[in-house]
């Protein structure tokens, strides 16, 4: 293990500084990206002795595989322990209330189904036999129970009855869809009348008993889909009851935010909503271990899915619930009890960072644990916070640093012998004022081949969202030492309606859209330059996806001579079918201030599409055919114009593909796109 302590900043420059001490080294690819090994489950031990995380691995021939490994952190300069090969992959690891064994979910026998194993020898037994997956699951705190969240049709009374419908759809002959309500569909799924459903069951033995759907007839998604997990559901300590976030049925799914906090019993019953008051999103329902608090994230603006996450905290023996540091101008994106039940462990967003932040929750003071890089919080044990943590230079690796910010230790060395070779560029946060000459952030990043005194081509990263950022992390998509090792100098800027610098500064580009957004782009690139005249800001190319590629369209018709070439990635190009045809109605509306037959001025103000007489440059567009978030056709009209007008131009169409690149091979065609096209355009 390494051990440090020295402060954030000085981790930062050195690990960059590191980079450059093996002179043989070469520059960061995306065959290299590929081919990292990557973290994909991880879990401590309630004592804090044992960590146990899952890896998924490919060889210099191509081999993958996925096993969990074991470490001791009762040990100085513990090895790894691997301690499963079987082929399908083990994720979604806990550990048992006794820290003996492992609960994992697998898919050995066909189907993902729950297994245990002991930690202390033989193979994993098969816990769950159901007729459908387990798609995830949480244990209650005494592992006596289980949540279990399988896919089912709401008026079906039986497992059977719901896999008997998903054959027969299956192996139908026909194929139309037919729907009486939106959603018909999200992200990059049609809606096929089936709903994520919560069962609980107990766990007798290495069995488990007939689970119960304690969310029989729900009409809406628990969890919600695309990108919430069993984080939205909690057993309460006593293990009688069960919380989770969910939307009420309703036929209002697409344009509300409304998501509530549901309390049933374990058996099954009467559902009670503990937060009915609230018509703005409510998450991740968080229990003290002697069950006196329930803690929860809560926004406050209906229809508004980028609010401020305030903490909530209930009193469950008063009643009374309270906002806790209501003055922190930060949004959590997690939260858990520390050991004493007074303290919440909360990750924000945090200036370019993902920070871990302390919370007294009796006086609402905030102290940051450790914030440099991106860091998703693991556990509080022994005086310590176990976290993940990825920079610009580093992939996911686990960390651990005493709640003093104290002795800072790397765990885990996932990529230490790949990374071995690899040159990546020197990065560093700047400022600058922007918009309203108020201070803005960014980051630039040297190419990997840099030299004093030689000028480099910018590639330009526009971040999507809007409400987003690119920051102190490392990407598996938009990895930004990419383009360092092919030679650009990389700037990265954090404009007005970027989070983790306020929910003002957030708020501000809502019904702006083109414009605080579009001065601080410009600022920010004429800035860089001066402050790094290593920079040919004038030889420089701009890159963005969803909203970065709403961007590049904007720039197209307001910045048009900006930039030797462009690159859209699901950028959006005319705000007004954009409108008909997102499935979630709730973002169009909440930003541009109703439905577009409410407030079309605006949606007309800001529309790419009615300033195509002023485009000039060459761009690539890219779309994915799955995307619903935004249709391919926006990708399409784009180019259409580019092509119809004589404007060097291509476009590169994926057909199973969403709004993201996710398969590796599809990764490396993108790169090898978006590369050659710039090369092609600017001067290197």
């Known amino acids: 293990m390494i051990k440090t302590t020295l402060t954030s900043a000085a981790i930062a420059l050195a690990l960059s500084a590191s980079a450059f001490a093996d002179t043989a080294a070469k520059p960061f690819t995306v065959q290299d990206l590929v081919n990292l090994n990557k973290l994909h489950s991880y879990a ?30 009762t040990k100085a300069n513990a090895k790894p322990r691997q301690i499963t090969s079987a082929k399908s992959t083990e994720h979604n690891v806990q550990f ?20 245990n194993l002991s930690l202390t020898g033989g193979e994993a037994l098969q816990v769950s036999n159901l007729a459908l997956d387990v798609d995830d699951y949480k244990l209650s705190d005494n592992s006596k129970q289980v949540a279990l969240s399988i896919r089912v049709f709401p008026k079906c009374d039986t497992l059977a009855c719901s896999k008997e419908k998903f054959e027969k759809v299956k192996n139908s002959k026909q194929t139309g869809r037919s729907y009486d309500q ?68 309703s036929k209002d799914q697409a344009w509300t935010t409304n998501y509530d906090l549901w309390k049933v019993p374990v058996t099954g019953g009467e559902t009670v909503n503990l937060t009915k008051e609230n018509k703005a999103w409510d998450a991740q329902p968080t229990f003290s271990s002697d069950g006196r608090y329930m803690a929860y994230l809560a926004m406050k603006r209906p229809g508004f899915e980028a609010d401020r996450y305030a903490i909530m905290l209930t009193d469950t023996v008063t009643g009374q619930t309270k906002e806790v540091a209501p003055l922190w101008d930060r949004s959590p994106s997690s939260i858990q009890f520390g050991d004493n039940n007074q303290t919440l462990y909360a990750t924000a967003q945090d200036v370019g960072q993902v920070s871990i ?144 610098y306020g929910q003002k500064f957030t708020d501000s580009i809502t019904k702006d859209w083109g414009g605080k957004p579009l001065v601080d782009l410009k600022k920010g690139l004429k800035a860089v330059g001066q402050q790094q005249p290593w920079l040919d800001v004038n030889n420089a190319c701009a890159l963005g996806g969803s909203y970065g ?10 910045w048009s001579d900006g930039f030797k070439c462009l690159v859209n990635h699901a ?88 709004h993201w690149i996710l398969n590796p091979n599809n990764l490396e065609q993108w790169y090898a796109h978006v590369l050659g096209w710039l090369d092609r355009w600017a001067q290197k």
């Open 44 to 73: 401590i031990s309630s004592d804090g002795n044992t960590l146990v995380y899952g890896v998924s691995k490919k060889d210099e021939k191509g081999n993958k595989s996925s096993d969990l490994y074991l470490l001791d952190l």
């Open 571 to 658: 950028g959006l190009f005319d705000m007004r079918s954009m409108y008909y045809v997102t499935e979630e109605l709730w973002f169009p509306e909440h930003e541009f201030g109703g439905q577009y037959k409410e407030n079309k001025e605006l949606y007309e103000k800001f529309n790419p599409a009615n300033y195509v007489e002023n485009w000039k440059t060459p761009m690539l567009v890219i779309h994915g055919e799955k995307d619903f978030r935004v249709p391919y056709g926006q990708g399409l009209a784009a180019f259409s114009y580019l092509q119809r007008n004589n404007i060097p131009s291509e476009l590169l169409i994926f057909p199973d593909e969403n």
């Open 182 to 249: 939106l959603m018909v569909r999200h992200w990059d799924t049609w809606f096929d009348h089936a709903r994520n459903h919560l069962f609980v069951a107990s766990i007798e033995g290495n069995k488990l008993s007939k689970p119960i759907d304690v969310t029989k007839g729900l009409d809406t998604e628990t969890p919600p889909k695309p990108f919430s997990g069993m984080e939205e559901v909690s057993f309460t300590p006593d293990g009688k009851y069960l919380v989770y976030s969910a939307k009420a049925p």
């Open 549 to 558: 590629g709403y961007m590049m369209n904007w720039i197209e018709g307001k």
């Open 96 to 115: 048992a209330k006794d820290n003996k064994s492992i609960y994992f979910l697998a898919a050995r026998n066909g189907s993902s189904q729950l297994y």
């Open 357 to 500: 932040f302390e919370i007294n929750t009796q006086f609402g003071d905030v102290r940051k644990v450790y914030g440099s890089g991106y860091n998703s919080l693991i556990g509080i044990h022994n005086g310590k916070a176990y976290f993940s943590h990825t920079s610009l230079s580093q992939p996911r690796d686990i960390w651990s640093v005493n709640l003093d910010g104290d002795q800072l230790t790397q765990l885990t060395h996932l990529n230490q012998q790949k990374l071995k070779k690899i040159k990546f560029g020197e990065y560093q946060q700047f400022k600058f004022k922007g918009w309203s000459d108020e201070e803005v952030h960014g980051y630039w990043i040297k190419p990997a081949n840099y030299k004093e005194g030689e000028k480099y081509p910018v590639a330009f990263l526009v971040h999507g969202g809007p409400q987003g950022s690119f920051g102190n992390g490392f990407s598996g998509r938009w990895n930004a030492q990419l383009w360092a090792g092919a030679g650009y100098g990389v700037v990265m800027v954090d404009f007005h309606g970027s989070t983790g």
